[in-house]
């Protein structure tokens, strides 16, 4: 992986004008992309040395205009399970926070805890449960108050945007899980009781480091699994892929009143 310095140098020369807002686009949230305009493309490989591994994750970075604002879209993402630590999954958003994102819109495929929760189902994110979370992204003396972590402004807005989009949502907690394979029974029951309301395998190191940054930051995750059905990463991508539409619609509504 690059470092951050050639990072920066190779985004400054690529793009024409800094975006304010970065939206990190998970399984399934991909075709979000297709919606923006006077867009540049670069590879993860070009930019910062390294390509994504996982399916349904392209590996790009696309800025360019969405809902009238100047935006920065993370076409898939890098995973501890990957091989790579905290500090370096987030290298990608102190890159951007140096060129002038502001906020944040950090997207996940997500596996039901809650039993009210059904497939297809949006979730706004209001905590995050890092317990299961053993590699962070900070390192010595740097204290981080996690008290409020998501931006309230920003989840109203999207509050409203699903209203009207008349998706069904819920508000709920994510629990972080290592992977690369999917939780047995008994880590969902412990999770579960632990106040967790969706499961996965993203998002919590992100956050943490966009807080750091004084980032606003608001979380949505898609219900593709329930609790306790088996399932694999390719029923994870056919549901989400059944989603996009929905996906595209409710991001491209909050980016254009946050």
Known sequence: MFSEGKALAIL?????????????????????????EEREEISYQELFGVGTSVPGHVGKLVVGRLGGKTVALMVGRFHLYEGYTAFETTMPIRV???????????????GALNPRYKVGD???????????????????????DMSAVFDEEMREAAKTVLKKE???FWEGV????????????????????????????????????????????????FVTNLALVKHDHREVL?????????????????????
């Open 96 to 110: 951007l926070a140096r060129i002038g994102v502001k906020q944040m819109i950090v997207t996940a495929a997500v």
């Open 166 to 168: 008349k998706v069904r």
């Open 174 to 221: 994510y629990g972080y899980y290592s992977g690369p394979n999917f939780e047995t029974p008994t880590d969902k029951k412990a999770l579960r009781l632990l106040g967790a309301d969706v499961v996965g395998m993203s998002t919590v190191p992100e956050v943490m480091m966009g807080l750091h940054l004084g980032l606003k930051i608001l979380g949505l995750s």
């Open 122 to 144: 949006l979730v706004i994110l209001s905590d995050l449960l890092t317990l299961l979370l053993q590699d962070r992204p900070l390192s010595g003396p740097q204290f981080l």
């Open 238 to 258: 056919r549901e989400a892929e059944r989603g996009s539409e929905q996906m595209k619609k409710v991001l491209a509504g909050i980016v254009s009143v946050v």
């Open 12 to 36: 400054k020369k690529k793009i024409k004008k800094p975006p304010e807002t970065l939206m990190i686009l998970g399984s399934g949230w991909k075709s979000v992309a297709d919606l923006v």
